[in-house]
């Protein structure tokens, strides 16, 4: 069956802290792995990561792909209240457009 | 934000009752997906449409359905609603592409079964 397993399920760090949340997947014809972001209700969209070993960065975001590990990173360094929320991880498999299966996400809570 | 829309924001059903939640995709955007996203959980994809047909389907049984529409605005239609299908609705559109994998979700329907 079809999996992404995200890690933790939540933390909580202070401000200034750099956290690293963890991916891992299971799934045939894999296409593409994404990472989002949700505060209240719709998911944002953070990176697309298709390649290995080529990071992917954003201000203090960044992210990494390893296709033998069958996972994925993703840091915020020097982190702020505003990064609170749920980093959710999906894995895009499939046909020609593919499809999403997302892990149950991570909460992030960062206090000041 | 996104220029994907969904309607109503909130909705209150009661079991066995039927329900119909709209979509408007972004500006250009051909694809829409539907997920569920039950408290505490990642969304659980619903299924896809693509030029106005079912483009693949999740593990939700037949009395959920969709329709997509010629401007491809989506509908997503549930038939005698249980308790457990009290969830938020995400609808998310893309272009359909090959080297392209993101999709932009609407702000969700949430819906209440009691």
Known sequence: EDKVVQSPLSLVVHEGDTVTLNCSYEVTNFRSLLWYKQEKKAPTFLFMLTSSGIEKKSGRLSSILDKKELSSILNITATQTGDSAIYLCAVEYGGSQGNLIFGKGTKLSVKP | ?114
């Open chain 2, 1 to 114: 934000e996104t220029g994907v829309t969904q309607s109503p924001t909130h909705l209150i059903k009661t079991r066995g009752q039927q329900v119909t939640l709209r979509c408007s995709s972004q500006s250009g955007h051909n694809t829409v997906s539907w997920y569920q996203q039950a408290l505490g959980q990642g969304p659980q994809f619903i299924f896809q449409y693509y030029r106005e047909e079912e483009n693949g389907r999740g593990n939700f049984p037949p009395r959920f359905s969709g329709l997509q529409f010629p401007n491809y605005s989506s509908e997503l239609n549930v038939n005698a609603l249980e308790l457990d299908d009290s969830a938020l609705y995400l609808c998310a559109s893309s272009l359909a592409n090959r080297d392209r994998g993101e999709q932009y979700f609407g702000p969700g329907t949430r819906l209440t079964v009691t």
